[in-house]
């Protein structure tokens, strides 16, 4: 098995990150699978306890994300994949180009000015080269 | 054998004659130092506030071993059984931890009095305050357990912990060095625990764990969305007056997680922005909220103290917050005209609608009917439990139970899903504040608003509301309102014509919709704000800012407005 994994946040930061994975898939022919994780952090310091509720509900919004992204490609005669994990991103990213046997990972720049972003500089040059490493996937960034 | 009987029915003889003999004089003895008077009498703050838990002491001047001893009780009286047999000269003490000793010097006729076997009743003592160490203590504690919590550097529940077990630290650990280190033992800390809360928020939990598992809140944002027919401004109105009821009937933060994850879908589907949508909400949710007295967890501490009713909030406050929810929804449509408009130019995803469609429906419809019928009895008991003294948090319990039994859950997932680790930040939280309750500095602060206030009720009514309302946007509201509620209750006593209570609503009106003035300003906001954010639309602190502390000066102005006129012109209590 082989492929193409696009970490999808959704909103308008990725945009870019998926127009670069699906003209990826064009041009290689490989599939395509866009990966949503839903990360329940944010509820450690205010509602940790209702992971369980809203874990359910996250899970379904990152489907009708990937749901778009899904109907983007497919305009573009790219048929795609939605994958939703529950966990912790960088893993879960690692986890399915394991899983996939990835050729390429497409995912998106960090923005160094947003404290909320999931990776930092030196996380994401670290990731990169982590993901390069142990699953031989190559790491496609958007053109800025 | 016969002579050895003799002896043995002699020595029995005397002996019980020896018994016999005794037992008067015994008596006797007894009656000599058993207490015959009573020393009573009440002891009080500089606040008027009682005073429990003091010791009070009966002795001649001197430092002598105390003839009598007791300690006040929660209603700050004591009676002291006193001996008849008494020295010509006693004096009272009443020692308590954070205040100066007292001693009164009982005059002749006084002791007359109590040696003649008479009750005494002697004037209300009055303690004064005394600043030591443990007030600095204290007061660091506090203000450390709250930015820990403001900043986000530890959970809440931890955040309280902590705080709590530097009291106790401190206490028991200070104490053998100096006694100025001493704020409370683990008894007179439990005194500051109020369970009809911590029971209150329980009881409501498991009502809202069975009601969140039927997909009524997805099922209503799509019906908001249907009967919009794509007129976004309409379903945004929609939207905030569910989301507004919602809170009113459960708690915000679960209307939010519930909500928002739903409107982000939906938003997706029309093609506009989510954050058009959710800050509205939000907004709604922080101010409708306050409605009823099982709305907003700020609401349920203020009730429990001020012991006011499920019917004293809704009559008092529901009016006022209707008034603030008309403002909101003006000023929302003003702030997002660019982005409704837009959306009208944008189209509909047919294909995200079938889904949503398909999602939107109630998976659990017999347990949203039962649940419904125990949350219609619930209501009633809310409504009519005052005249019967049922208090909110029994009537919480019982309609949990009544709900458990009837649905028959899994019952280690409804265990699961009360938020353990809310209620004992609660009882962490109860403590901390106690113990700056109790070395002082809440009355330092109730002094200070008090002087600044004076006897001018309508500048009470201002400062309480807008003070709470601005502090709220910066710390915590929970805490913030644990803390405010005896600073209140001192106004409540010493202002005239505030005995109405209306200050408490004004606590209630300021600690609520001050949550819109920041993102931490309120719960609902950053679990929002997180959701939101991992759609790929980010709620910055300057957006929220931007579009919520317009809204807190609004809508806290109406309300300002209402309990004004309700509480100042249409009832104005007798002072």
């Given amino acids: 098995m082989s492929g193409i994994v696009c970490a999808v946040r959704g909103g308008p930061a990725s945009q870019p990150t998926v127009s670069r994975s699906i003209a990826l898939a064009a041009e290689t022919g490989l599939p395509l699978y866009f990966l949503y994780v839903v990360n329940l952090e944010f509820l450690d310091h205010t509602a940790?306890?209702?992971?369980?509720t809203i874990s359910k509900e996250m899970a379904e919004m990152?489907?009708?994300?990937?749901m778009a992204a899904q109907a983007k490609a497919e305009a573009q005669g790219v048929q795609a994949q939605g994958v939703v994990r529950n966990g912790v991103v960088a893993e879960e990213i690692a986890a399915l180009c394991h899983q996939i046997n990835a050729d390429y990972l497409v995912i998106g720049q960090p923005q160094y000015q947003s404290d909320d972003n999931i990776f930092t500089a030196i996380l994401h040059d670290e990731f990169i080269r982590r993901i390069e490493t142990q699953t031989g996937a190559r790491v496609v960034l958007p053109e800025e | 054998m016969h002579t050895q009987a003799r002896f043995y029915v002699l020595i029995s003889t005397l002996v019980l004659?020896?018994?016999?003999?005794?037992?008067?004089?015994?008596?006797?003895?007894g009656q000599g130092t058993e207490a015959t008077g009573l020393l009573t009498g009440t002891v009080y703050d500089h606040q008027e506030q009682l005073v429990a838990d003091a010791r009070v002491t009966l002795q001649p001047p001197g430092d002598t071993e105390p003839l009598a001893e007791t300690r006040t009780q929660a209603d700050g009286r004591y009676a002291l059984s006193v001996p008849q047999s008494l020295p010509d000269q006693l004096t009272v003490r009443i020692l308590r931890e954070h205040f100066e000793p007292v001693v009164m010097v009982l005059d002749a006729a006084t002791i007359q009095s109590l040696q003649a076997g008479q009750p005494v009743v002697l004037p209300d003592t009055v303690l004064a305050r005394q600043i030591t160490a443990s007030f600095w203590i204290a007061t660091l504690v506090f203000i450390g357990m709250l930015l820990l919590i403001a900043f986000g550097k530890l959970h809440n529940t931890l955040a309280a912990l902590l705080g709590m077990s530097v009291i106790f630290a401190v206490s028991y650990l200070g104490r053998p060095i100096s006694d100025e280190l001493f704020i409370f033992d683990f008894r007179g800390a439990l005194r500051y625990v109020d369970w009809n809360v911590i029971f209150l928020i329980m009881g409501m939990m498991i009502v809202i764990a069975v009601v969140e598992r039927t997909g009524m809140f997805q099922w209503l944002a799509f019906a908001a969305y249907r009967v919009s027919r794509g007129r976004i401004w309409l379903l945004m109105l929609i939207l905030m007056m569910v989301t507004g009821v919602a809170s009113a009937a459960l708690d915000n933060v679960t209307t939010m997680l519930l909500m928002t994850p739903i409107t982000v879908q939906i938003a997706l589907a029309l093609?506009?922005?989510?954050?058009?949508?959710?800050?509205?909400e939000v907004l709604a949710s922080n101010v409708?909220?306050?409605s009823t007295l099982i709305g907003t967890p700020t609401n349920i501490l203020i009730g429990s103290y001020a012991k006011l009713s499920f019917t004293d909030f809704l009559?008092?406050?529901t009016p006022g917050v209707l008034l603030a929810m008309v403002g909101l929804m003006i000023y929302t449509q003003l702030v997002y005209r660019s982005d409704l408009r837009a959306s009208d130019a944008g189209g509909v995803s047919s294909l995200m609608m079938e889904k949503l469609a398909e999602r939107a429906r109630i998976t659990e419809p017999d347990h949203l009917k039962k649940a419904g019928i125990v949350g219609a009895f619930m209501l009633i008991l809310?409504?009519?439990g005052d005249a019967i003294h049922l208090i909110p948090a029994v009537t919480a319990l019982m309609g949990a139970t009544a709900l458990l039994v009837w649905i028959q859950p899994d019952i280690e997932e409804m265990i699961e899903a009360v938020d353990w680790t809310t209620l004992v930040f609660f009882i962490g939280l109860f403590i901390v504040v106690g113990a700056v309750q109790e070395v002082g500095l809440i009355s330092v602060i109730a002094d200070a608003i008090g002087q600044f206030v004076g006897s001018n009720l309508l500048l009470a009514v201002i400062v309480v509301t807008w003070f709470s309302a601005l502090l709220s946007t910066v710390i915590a509201n929970i805490p913030f309102t644990a803390a405010m509620l005896p600073v209140v209750g001192y106004l409540t006593v010493t202002v005239p014509g505030a005995q109405s209570k209306v200050l408490f609503y004004c606590l209630s009106v300021g600690s609520a919709m001050g949550g819109n003035g920041s993102l931490i300003g309120a719960s609902a906001n950053m679990v929002t704000s997180g959701i939101s954010e991992r759609a790929g639309y980010p709620m910055s602190y300057a957006y929220f800012f931007k579009k919520g502390f317009p809204a807190l000066l609004i809508t806290v102005s109406l309300a300002t407005l209402w309990l004004i006129f309700h509480f100042l012109i249409q009832n104005p209590a007798t002072p």
């Fill in chain 1, 48 to 52: 940790s306890s209702r992971t369980h």
């Fill in chain 1, 62 to 66: 990152g489907e009708f994300i990937l």
């Fill in chain 2, 17 to 29: 004659a020896g018994l016999v003999l005794a037992m008067p004089r015994q008596s006797a003895k």
């Fill in chain 2, 271 to 280: 093609g506009i922005t989510p954050l058009a949508l959710l800050i509205p």
């Fill in chain 2, 288 to 290: 409708a909220g306050i």
């Fill in chain 2, 315 to 317: 009559t008092n406050l």
């Fill in chain 2, 382 to 384: 809310f409504i009519a």
